[in-house]
């Protein structure tokens, strides 16, 4: 999931001084590309998840795709308003005389007739293009319907490539017939019926974070030509857009996908995995205010949902997932087979009260980041859909106190997964989810309370040490921020005049920003590294995380950096509250920072937590990871969550305060992404040694452990 390296530049902040005006004008005037659609986001189906475990040849043919048509008809979930039917990438044959991409007519002989039987169904029909003119037909140089140009006439000389895809050739927008030829693309796809068109590979984005091949021209063609043809056509662009260039994708487009594919692609066996869903996480916060009926919606991708042997998530990750997208308002579009839809599935798809969290034009701004985060809809005249969320494996109580969202108590808190009412809520709301679980309820708030005092840290005046350097950034809270952070042990920026007026937990708001995943380990008075996991769509423009931390009346130390690999650039650091905030019941050591012995090793890798993990453990006696300050606060016995890499069996030798090593046989399909198993260990009060080795195989590389009470 991690793009690559981040890097602040100058000569990047200068070029994109523009932003902040283009920001304004999207809040003040501009308005995404509508054209009748729009206004909530679409629900639906696309090909590509089953594509990616079925080979194209066979899965992608009229007749599959009239089967899946069926399917969402008899499935139960078009009431709900599931009706869109996307064919994604792979249906391409030739070209008619006038350059224009037709179907595989081997595969699909009759599309108008597909088209046809699935508006029958009461649905909409999608299809997916690319950015550009295939260079066949530019070969061919087939002239442009109803101008007098060809296609040589207007794509760029010499050669360019067309998108982030390296495919086909460049379309110079400039001249004369190029806009033309858009609209005869549209026309003809109308003219189908055609309901909604994805343009993919799009740049700057889809790790191309840069304007060598710009698609924003073609964006903003496909939005006009559109506009013409007046047929009601959404238009969603892909994939992990650039955020810099936001006032372009909300003015032209009706949806954008903020990250890369959710589908395993081969990773994994299945169409998705965990590790896949939590990036959305990380991702959003950049991201939340940049969408709405007037600015587009923001794109998680498909939901792997109701095919339980294939999807790769369990059911309750799976209603994880749907609660987070609802919470984003973002498009609900289904991956998967529809002919094998579980009714487990099918129930949590079909929830009409989550269905109407996404649909309420409100998304979502998250409350709290961290391992148990919190997000929540202001809808107004005092109610607000709120969603807990616990990210760790084990299960973990997780606790909100209302006045984080501005009032003491709720009035009504309903449960909209189980449909039930709780009842009024003084003061917080504290529930224990289960591991990758959720709570998703709607509230009516009362009794307002004022905003917390808060004290704001400017990183640029923070201390320095080793390569962090300070940068401008025009739309950072003072136009500065500090980069170069991490990437060793001696790089770092140190808050070390941090006041509070009492002993107490208070509320960090760290602003940073980043293009793509990094992570702060942030060091308190000396205390537990706290990691801090994140990513985001720009390096220019900050967002902000907050979460819990424990200070000492008077002067406070906070440090912010990453000994092993990339943290985000740091703007500034906000403290509020008045000692009494919440704090997590859990806590994460990163094995990277632990202990290393022998031939272990602490190296990069972009899906772990911390961005790193520990490798080349056991295959020997003392090649091992030693966590040796674990503390809890009473003995007794514990959770565990160990979070590994493996790719077929292996196993660790756990030992825990020098009693017999127990054996953890453990399994996995991938050294590039991490899977969890909890087991229980005891504890005694205070510090404990837990050391992971196998000294005769060798063993997972390992990502980290997370310590958390049994709940009941």
């Given at each position: 999931m991690?793009?690559k ?15 902040a ?10 308005h ?22 079925t ?11 009239i ?19 996307n ?37 909409k ?9 295939g ?45 033309e ?27 191309n ?9 073609d964006?903003?063609?496909?939005s ?21 260039y ?39 916060p ?66 009409d ?51 984080n ?20 809520s ?7 989810l ?26 640029y ?58 992570s ?10 706290i990691?801090?996991?994140?990513s ?49 019941e ?24 911390g ?7 056991g ?20 959770n ?10 292996r ?14 046989d ?6 590039g ?23 005769s ?16």
């Open positions: 991690l793009r390296p981040l890097f602040w530049m100058q000569t990047i902040v200068k070029s994109r001084l523009l932003l005006t283009a920001l304004i004008a999207c809040v003040t005037g501009t995404a590309q509508v054209n009748g659609v729009g206004q909530r986001p679409y629900l639906g189906w696309s090909t590509y998840s089953q594509q990616t475990i080979p194209t040849q066979t899965f992608l043919t009229q007749d599959s795709i089967a899946q048509s069926d399917a969402l008809r008899q499935s139960g979930l078009q009431p709900h308003g599931y009706i869109y039917i064919v994604d990438a792979g249906w391409t044959g030739a070209s008619d005389a006038y350059g224009r991409t037709l179907f595989d007519t081997t595969r699909f002989p009759d599309v108008v007739a597909m088209i046809q039987h699935i508006h029958a169904n009461g649905q029909f999608g299809m997916y293009l690319n950015p550009g003119v260079t066949d037909q530019v070969a061919a140089n087939k002239p442009i319907l109803g101008t007098p140009y060809h296609l040589q006439d207007i794509i760029v000389k010499p050669a360019t490539i067309a998108n982030a895809f390296g495919g086909g050739d460049k379309i110079d927008y400039t001249k004369p017939g190029a806009q030829y858009i609209n005869s693309i549209v026309d003809l796809y109308a003219s189908w019926g055609a309901d909604f068109i994805k343009l993919d590979a799009v740049t700057p984005g889809s790790y974070d840069n304007t060598n091949i710009d698609n924003r021209p964006v903003a063609a496909f006009k030509a559109i506009a013409q043809n007046r047929r009601p056509i959404w238009l969603t662009i892909s994939w992990a857009l650039d955020q810099d936001i006032a372009d994708w909300q003015a032209t487009s009706n949806s954008r996908r903020i990250e890369g594919d959710v589908e395993c692609e081969g990773d994994c066996p299945f169409l998705t995995e965990w590790n896949r869903i939590q990036v959305r996480f990380l991702d959003l950049s991201w939340e205010s940049a969408a709405g009926p007037t600015l587009g919606w923001n794109d998680l991708d498909s939901l792997e949902i109701g095919n339980d042997a294939t999807d790769g998530i369990t059911p309750q990750e799976q209603q994880t997932s749907m609660s987070f997208w609802a919470m984003a308002n973002a498009p609900l579009y289904i991956g998967g087979d529809l002919t094998k839809m579980s009714a487990t599935g099918k129930k949590i798809l079909g929830n009260e989550v269905i109407a969290v996404d649909q309420s034009g409100h998304p979502a701004q998250q409350i709290r980041a961290g391992f148990t985060p919190i997000w929540a809809s202001n809808l107004g005249n005092g109610e607000y859909y709120v969603a807990l969320f616990n990210l760790n494996a084990a299960p973990t109580r997780v606790t909100l106190p209302w006045s969202l501005g009032f003491a108590a709720t009035l009504t808190t309903r449960d909209l997964w189980s449909h039930t009412e709780l009842g009024s003084l003061l917080e709301y504290s529930a224990i289960p591991g990758h679980g959720v709570r998703l309820l709607k509230v009516r708030s009362v009794f307002n309370v004022p905003p917390s005092k808060s004290t704001s840290y400017e990183a005046l923070a201390t320095l040490t080793g390569s962090a350097q300070v940068a401008d950034c025009p739309l950072c809270s003072e136009g500065k921020k500090v980069g170069y952070i991490g990437l060793g042990p001696n790089n770092n920026v140190f808050f070390d005049d941090v006041k509070v007026d009492r002993d107490g937990v208070y509320n960090m708001e760290v602003d940073s920003a980043t293009l793509g995943t990094r702060y380990i942030i060091n308190v008075n000396g205390g537990p590294a990691t801090l996991n994140s985001g769509g720009s390096g220019n423009i900050p967002s902000k995380l907050t979460i819990p931390v424990k200070l000492k009346k008077g002067d406070n130390s906070i440090e912010f950096g990453n000994p092993i690999s990339y943290p985000p650039d740091l703007d500034r650091i906000v403290i509020s509250g008045n000692g009494t905030a919440s704090y997590p859990t806590q994460t050591y990163e094995a990277e920072l632990a202990t290393l012995g022998g031939s272990a090793s602490a190296g990069f890798n972009g899906n772990a937590s961005l790193a993990k520990a490798g080349n453990i295959g020997g006696v003392g090649n091992s990871v030693t966590f040796s300050d674990v503390e809890v606060q009473s003995a007794g016995t514990y565990l969550e160990i979070d590994y890499f493996t790719q077929g069996p196993s660790f030798f756990v030992t825990i305060n020098d009693q017999p090593a127990k054996e953890l453990l399994n996995g399909y991938s050294f992404t991490p899977t969890s198993t909890v087991i229980q260990v005891q504890l005694t009060a205070g510090k404990n040694q837990i050391v992971f080795d196998n000294p195989n060798y063993a997972p590389d390992l990502d980290s452990i997370t310590i958390s009470p049994l709940t009941f």
